[in-house]
């Protein structure tokens, strides 16, 4: 059954303090793994699409990576602003373009 | 300015009645999606639309209907057959080129039954 599991569920940082969040995937053949800010009340908002192992992308103080089982969403130097969920999905090769979503990460970072 | 509107961004369904989320893209893509979002629980799939005039069940699409007879919308009816309805529906479409694997999301829709 595919699968995705983020860790940790909530990560509380000071401000500057860098830290790593997981998404752990188990699909039959991943087309594409996402990543996904959410703050209260709202839609989730794009961060990055990646698609092969080994690939990183960079947005600010974010670096998504990604390896055959896993991504990491690093967070270089986090200011309180970048306090959200931060969500991933994975999407197999299956055909079916049905996403599945990991429960997020609360973040949160102290001034 | 390209992107998806849901509305209304609140609304309240007494017992019993039916009620309509609408979905809007200008983002000319093909694929629409809704999904309903609880606390602790990942986006859950109801509905998915690949083309016009053609959609398919997700995950728990029971006690919901849609409707695609526009590229443009994807309509989420939430039945009185939904027990449990209160819940965060969001809208999402997929498509176009350079990035036509990744969705994007509308601002939501928090549905509650009084």
């Known amino acids: 059954e595919d699968q995705v599991t983020q860790s940790p569920e909530a990560l509380r940082l000071q401000e500057g303090e860098s830290s790593s969040l997981n998404c752990s995937y188990t699909v039959s053949g991943l087309r594409g793994l996402f990543w996904y800010r959410q703050d209260p009340g709202k839609g989730p908002e794009f961060l990055f699409t990646?698609?092969?192992a080994g690939e990183e992308k960079e947005k600010e103080r974010l670096k998504a990576t990604l390896t055959k089982k896993e991504s990491f969403l690093h967070i270089t130097a986090p200011k309180p602003e970048d306090s959200a969920t931060y969500l991933c999905?994975?999407?197999?090769?299956?055909?079916?373009?049905?996403?599945?979503f990991g429960t997020g990460t609360r973040l949160k970072v102290l001034a | 300015d390209g992107g998806i509107t849901q509305s209304p961004k609140y609304l309240f369904r007494k017992e019993g009645q039916n009620v309509t989320l609408s979905c809007e893209q200008n983002l000319n893509h093909d694929a629409m999606y809704w999904y309903r979002q609880d606390p602790g629980q990942g986006l859950r799939l109801i509905y998915y639309s690949q083309i016009v005039n053609d959609f398919q069940k997700g995950d728990i699409a029971e006690g919901y209907s849609v409707s695609r007879e526009k590229k443009e919308s994807f309509p989420l009816t939430v039945t009185s057959a939904q027990k449990n309805p209160t819940a965060f529906y969001l809208c999402a479409s997929r498509g176009g080129t350079g990035s036509r694997d990744t969705q994007y999301f509308g601002p939501g829709t928090r549905l509650t039954v009084l």
């Open positions: 990646l698609y092969s």
């Open positions: 999905a994975a999407l197999s090769t299956s055909g079916t373009y049905k996403y599945i």
